[in-house]
Structures are given as C-alpha cells and as structure tokens.
C-alpha cells in the first residue's frame, strides 16, 4: 500500500497462534539481513493519506536480504519471502507498522492483480491450517483461525491463518522456520491495487515475523532498515542485532507508549536554529512514530506550518511552482538544480534533537521528493497531520541506517550509504543473489532457497566462462487481445536492465487470448564481444528474481525460460574483418592511383611519338587538303 499510514489500526483482532511452533535451528541468535526490492509505481497511489569511509563491524554472522525500491514513485519497499514446500515467492512490503505477515491464497474472493501467483496450501507439503479455538475468531465453520486488518486510509485484509515454513533466500544463513501467515480472502482499497503481494509485519504483536523467530530463539529482539538515496534505491534489512557504529544515535522507544515504534523528539532544527515550539506537541496521541510503510512525513499543524516557514525563508531565491498534482497544494520550488547530491548547497539542513539532547541531521533528501513533471525542482515530503500523532515515513530515514533494538528500548539512527551498506557490513563478496522459486509456470532455471548454491559463481553459469547471449521467454496476461507496442516495450526492459535499446532485440512472439509469449535476446553492447560478469550477473539476476518492472498497460508478466549462452568463437576472418577491410581498401586506393598514374604517363608518351618538335620536322611544301 503506497504511502498509507499504518499507525492508526481502526481494529484489529488479537489471534492465538494455536499449537506449538515447531523447534528452531541451531543458528541462535544470528542476525538476518534481509533484501528489499524495488515495485513498479501504481497509478491510483495517493501520497497525501494521512498514514501513508567507515565500515560497520558485524558482531555475529550475519544472514541477509537486500532492500530494493523506489520510494517516492512506489511508496513503499519490498523483501522477498518464499512460503511452502517446496517454496512459493512473494513481494512482501516491509512493515514496521503492521504485525500480521499475510498474502493473497488462491481461493481469494477479492483479491487484486499483484506481482506473483497467490498461495495455494495444496500444493505445499508443510502446510497447517490454525486450528480454530477460544482464543482466536473463527471462520464460518468453526474449523480456522482468521485474521482481519484495517487502516486509516480504509484499507483492509482479511482472511485465514495457516502455519508452514518461511524461507529467507539464499543469502540469508537462517534455515527455513515454520511460522504462522494469514491468507487472504479479501483485500480492499490500496492493498488491492498495489502491485506488491502483501505486507510483511515487523511490528509489536504475536503474530509479527520478528515476534516469532525471536521466540524460537533464532535471532535477537532488534532489526535493523537501510533505505537508499533518492534516485538511487537499494538497501538492506537485518533481522537479529549488529554491532552499532559508534557514532550511531539512539533516542528511548517506549513499547507501552504506544503499540507503534516510537522516539522522544524534542526539538527540530532548520539552518541551526530550533523552530519556535512547545515540545509537548511532538508527543501527542501516539507520540512521533517511525513507519516504513508511509512514504513520507506528517507533523502536527503548527509543527508543520513552523517547518514550512523556516526552509521556504532559507530558500526564497527559488521560484516557488505548483506540485505536479493538482489535487494538492504542494509546497515546491524550481531552480535548485538536476543533481540531488547538490541539494545541500541550496536547501537547509534540518536536525532532529531528542530528550537527551542527542541530534540526528536530516539531509535534504530526507524531507524533499523531486518534481515529476519540472526538472530540477523539488517538493517538501513533510505534510501537515490532521491528527497531533507525528509520523515520520520512509523518506526521513534514506541513507540512514536505523536499528529497531527492542530487547532494550531504544531506536538507532546512523548515516550512510544504504545501497552500498554490503561493504559496509563487512562482506568480503557481493551478496548473492535471491533464489527464485517456481509459481508453476517457470523451469528449471529457478532454484529453491533450500536447495541453491550460496550464488553464482565466477563464471556466471557453470561451463560458461563468458556469456555472449542471454534470452529469455516472458508471458504477458494484458486486459485486452490488442497487440502490445513491443518497441516500447523493448525500451522499459532496456530501462529496466540498464542497457542500450539497442542491445534488447525481439526474436519472435505467440499469443493465445489474453496471454503473448514474447522471447526477447539481450546482446553485448556493439563494442564489446561479451558481457562482463558483474553485467551478466546482474542481468540474470534482474531477470530470475523479477526485479524487472514494465509498464502497467502491458500487464503483468512471467518469465517462463531464461537461456545463456557462452561467447561463440569467431572464425579468423570475424576475429580480423576490420583489419581486412582496411587492407583491402589500402589495396584498392594504391592500385588506382598506380592506375592513373599510368594513364597519364602513356598518355603523355604519345604526345610525344606523334608530335615531334618544330625544329626536327623536314620541310615541305604546303598541300591543300585532300578530298575525302
């Protein structure tokens, strides 16, 4: 759900777990990293709903997934989470708001169109419904546990709930656990038009997926979020404890405050000066409350009024322009220039000071989202709250590692370069990549998380040294039979792999309905005879962990084969053909001008032999021309 609040729970039902989970790995206590993926923006978001050098040392093994996005376009960021065996995937939104992990089961009545097939318990070996008891609602035949969520931006899930096991990806070390999910039945408002599978809780409550592994014993209380830089994306999310760098600030979080994850905000700066405010009003209702499912800010009134002010006085050299949409009055200003890693130049930088006096500074890009429809000006990502809770969304914490460590109430914040916090985190390697597991459409070409290898290895694909050609099959489910613009097409999946338009190429297509079978052929750039391995890699793995993102009105879609080819080697004259050319062009321009050369030497050679010089001629007499 893009840019929705999930701090204000309208209701919600409390839930037993109903049974005994089974007993956890023996990797105790080991910290999860966890991969955040980037979702394709949906057209119907809205984002003024009013809930919307150093290296960090690790201090145990870590297991990871990464973090993929883009905020602002999306609203929110993904992780993928594989349910079943043998494994079903799901985008999940990452949710510090939301406790109940759930996603769309097959018998969905009112269920969206999202990235990945929905659940089916049937063809999962581990599955177990919860078994209905007085602890928990009840479905209609008093058989199952249900769930039911719904939020302030009336939104809402409901449906069973059902335990089996959650795999975390290759580059997670924790081993699969069972926990308990909801399935859902129905899903209204934006969780029914986001493109996302559904919500992965990581709030306070029974159910939450951090509740339950720190239960078993397999991670520590605290988790950690690393949104990227605007424009950039990427990042990370750690499940368990890390070492927290020593200029990381904390600030208190009181877990009987509120149910949310809250922080003692005092003061807020801007250019160094504190905004004129009582600091009670940042302790409102539920407090200031941190929310990665919001996408951006929302103060109290005067909070909000008194930050408008002060950075539109900092910068009143800019030209102040409506939002790029009209349904709102956004606070924007031209002129600041493309670059965002500039902005500080032009924009005030804006600090957060909590009760003990700890300061945290915000960058620009931590309370400005770019104008999408005038290059190089900007819109203030802080909105006024309409009710006197401050929430503070994802955007307030980009390039900030933040450390939930609930085992000792408190709240970390720490800059730094989130889609490069892999080096950060000590690791010798790139991360490898997330499995992929088959939804029933895919090959072989997909591995399961308990079964694949640690990443691909040097060589892209074994007995491949250099990767020449990479094609893959994709099916397209589009709402009408009307063929798709596959020149456009061609071009978002360049977009999307970050290659030339050039190097994308349709070899051919079938279609049946509703659904086209598109085989596309990605080429080396016409420089190069092969792909690199860092390119090919990311390619590949762009392609088998659906990363790739295209157009709303082509449809979703489905890779269903994935082929790489090595490097074919040339014959002599492929290998030589310019130096070839060359010579034989040399050749042809030296024998022509050798040619002429000649021409013209014989022809002067016969002026000579006919017409001799005057003075050698033998006189005669003059002879009147002869008749013909």
């Known amino acids: 759900m893009a840019r929705r609040t999930l701090v204000l729970l309208i209701s919600s039902i409390v839930f037993n777990l109903c049974g005994a989970f089974a007993s ?43 973090l993929y996005d883009d905020l602002l376009a999306n609203g929110y960021y993904t992780t993928r989470l594989w349910i079943g065996t043998p494994p079903q995937r799901f985008a ?93 039945n129905i899903e209204t408002g934006d969780l029914y038009s986001q493109r996302a599978d559904g919500i992965m809780g990581l709030g306070r409550g029974r159910l939450s997926v951090m509740d339950q592994l720190v239960d078993k014993g397999v991670i520590s209380d605290s988790f950690s979020l690393c949104y990227g830089g605007m424009g950039v994306g990427g990042g990370a999310m750690v499940l368990g404890s890390i070492k927290s760098p020593p200029d990381m600030v904390f600030t208190h979080s009181d877990p009987f405050r509120s149910p949310y994850y809250n922080i003692e905000l005092k003061e807020i700066h801007v250019a160094g000066k504190p905004l004129k405010l009582n600091p009670k009003i940042f302790d409102g209702k539920h407090g200031t409350v941190l929310d990665s499912g919001t996408t951006y800010a929302y103060l109290p009134k005067d909070a909000f009024h008194a930050f408008k002010d002060a950075v539109t006085r900092k910068v009143n050299f800019l030209k102040q322009i409506h939002g790029p949409d009209p349904n709102y009055q956004d606070i924007c200003f031209s002129g600041a220039g493309r ?20 300061k945290f500074s915000l960058s620009p890009e931590n309370y400005l989202f770019p104008h999408t429809k005038v290059s190089g000006a900007y819109c203030l990502g802080i909105f006024e709250n309409g009710d006197s809770t401050t929430l503070l969304g994802g955007i307030v914490t980009r390039n900030t590692l933040v450390t939930y460590d609930r085992a000792n109430d408190k709240i970390g914040f720490w800059k730094t370069n989130c889609s490069e916090l892999w080096k950060r985190l000590n690791y010798s390697n790139a991360p490898p990549p997330a499995p992929s597991a088959s939804d029933g459409r895919n090959t072989s ?48 999946i360049a977009h999307e792999l970050e290659l030339n338009i050039s190097q994308v190429r349709l070899m051919n297509y079938t279609h049946t309905g509703n659904n086209f079978i598109i085989r596309w052929a990605i080429v080396p750039a016409e420089s190069a005879n092969c792909f690199s391995k860092t390119k090919a890699t990311g390619i590949i793995r762009r392609l088998k962990e659906h990363q790739m993102h295209i157009p709303q009105k082509f449809g979703s879609y489905h890779l269903v084969k994935l082929k790489v080819e090595p490097q074919m080697k040339r014959s002599w004259w492929k290998q030589h053909y310019w130096a070839v050319a060359v010579a034989v062009i040399v050749t042809s321009v030296l024998g022509l001008l050798a040619l002429g050369t000649w021409l013209v030497w014989k022809y002067r050679l016969q002026d000579i032999v006919s017409y001799e010089p005057i003075a050698a001629r033998a006189i005669v007499p003059e002879q009147e021309l002869q008749p013909l």
């Not at 769930?147 to 409901?158: G, I, K, L, N, Q």
């Not at 040097?458 to 050609?469: F, N």
């Open 445 to 492: 070409v997909e591995i399961s998380p308990s079964i694949a290898p640690s990443g691909l290895p040097d060589t892209v694909i074994p007995g491949v040294l250099q990767v020449g050609l990479i094609s893959f099959d994709m099916m397209l489910s589009i709402n009408n039979t009307i063929k798709p613009n596959f020149t456009e097409l061609a071009e978002s």
């Open 92 to 184: 999940l939104i990452v949710d510090t708001g939301s406790t109940v992990t759930y996603v769309p089961c097959f018998d969905c009545e009112q269920c969206g169109r999202h990235q990945d097939p929905r659940f089916q318990p049937d063809l999962s070996s581990t599955y177990q419904p919860v078994k209905c008891d007085i602890n928990c609602n009840c479905d209609k035949k008093e058989a199952q546990c249900t769930y039911e969520r719904r939020y302030a931006e009336m939104s809402s899930s409901s449906g069973v709930l059902g335990e089996d096991v959650l795999s975390f990806g290759n580059e997670s070390e924790l081993v699969p656990q069972r926990a308990v999910f909801g399935c859902e």
């Open 339 to 358: 670059d965002v890693t500039q902005l500080s130049k032009v924009f005030p930088q804006v600090d957060m000071v909590f009760t003990k006096g700890q």
């Open 24 to 66: 956890g790995s023996d990797d105790h206590s080991r910290p999860m990293i966890l991969p955040l993926y980037l979702s394709s923006p949906n057209a119907n978001w809205h984002h003024r709903q009013t809930f919307d050098g150093r290296r960090l040392q690790r201090s145990e093994p870590n297991s990871h997934m990464r």
